[in-house]
């Protein structure tokens, strides 16, 4: 099993689309990146700030961030200074963060090793 996770596409989200719709995906492709496309517009044409509800599913940001004068380079050890700027933020809806917060052993997916709720297979054979 490889460490990557999947990675899905606007061809992706097209193709769930035209199923949920009964349409051909031709037909999908240039709604759904219109849709993203201008989501990504306004966030770039935030001044400075902007946020961008989409109910059902969460809330897209733009947000300031303060300067930081005494900031460090590890690779150096140098203190840079790193200007204000904006950042994204995305918080999901209630209903799909209650979805992502349900424990993976309950979905029965592999739990990361070094979790805290790792639990070793050959350990518990052992005893």
Same mark, same amino acid.
């Given at each position: 099993?490889?460490?990557?996770?999947?990675? %899905?596409?606007?061809?992706?989200?097209?193709?769930?689309?035209?199923?949920?719709?009964?349409? =051909? #995906? /031709?037909?999908?492709?240039?709604?759904?990146?219109?849709?993203?496309?201008?989501?990504?517009?306004?966030?770039?044409? !935030?001044?400075?700030?902007?946020? #961008?509800? %989409? @109910?059902?599913?969460?809330?897209?940001?733009?947000?300031?961030?303060? !300067?930081? =004068?005494?900031? @460090?380079?590890?690779?150096?050890?140098?203190?840079?200074?790193?200007?204000? @700027?904006?950042?994204?933020?995305?918080? =999901?809806?209630? @209903? #799909?963060? !209650?979805?992502?917060?349900? =424990?993976?052993?309950?979905?029965? /997916?592999?739990?990361?090793?070094?979790?805290?709720?790792?639990?070793?297979?050959?350990? %518990?054979?052992?005893?």
């Amino acid at each position: 099993m490889s460490d990557r996770p999947t990675t %899905l596409t606007k061809k992706d989200v097209a193709r769930r689309v035209s199923e949920l719709m009964n349409e =051909p #995906i /031709y037909k999908c492709e240039p709604w759904v990146a219109s849709v993203i496309e201008s989501i990504g517009e306004m966030m770039m044409a !935030a001044d400075p700030d902007v946020r #961008i509800e %989409l @109910r059902d599913f969460g809330v897209f940001e733009v947000k300031k961030t303060r !300067a930081k =004068p005494k900031a @460090r380079n590890p690779k150096t050890n140098e203190t840079v200074f790193i200007p204000s @700027r904006r950042k994204t933020h995305f918080k =999901p809806s209630k @209903r #799909i963060k !209650a979805v992502l917060q349900q =424990p993976l052993a309950e979905l029965d /997916y592999e739990v990361p090793q070094g979790s805290a709720d790792f639990v070793d297979e050959d350990v %518990l054979t052992l005893k």
